[in-house]
């Protein structure tokens, strides 16, 4: 969804979560996993808080993430 409605975004591991930086704005709040586990699960209320904070397209969103709908 980020390379398709985000191009350009940038992805930064910190110590426990993931920054995701895209237009100017930063999302600080996208979890690594519990004790860095490689592939969390992502609750989907983060998500919907990550594409409003980097005012991403819902549109474009809701068309990689059918889970939005």
């Not at 930064?12 to 100017?24: D, I, P, T």
């Not at 860095?36 to 990689?64: D, F, S, T, W, Y």
């Amino acid at each position: 969804m980020l390379n398709a409605c985000a191009a350009g975004y940038q992805f930064e591991r910190k110590k426990h979560h993931f920054w995701v930086s895209y237009n100017g704005l930063v999302f600080r709040g996208f979890p690594t996993g519990e004790h860095g586990a490689r592939n969390p699960l992502i609750q989907v209320g983060i998500i919907r808080q990550m594409i409003r904070q980097l005012g991403i397209e819902l549109e474009c969103a809701k068309k990689h993430l059918p889970l939005l709908q």
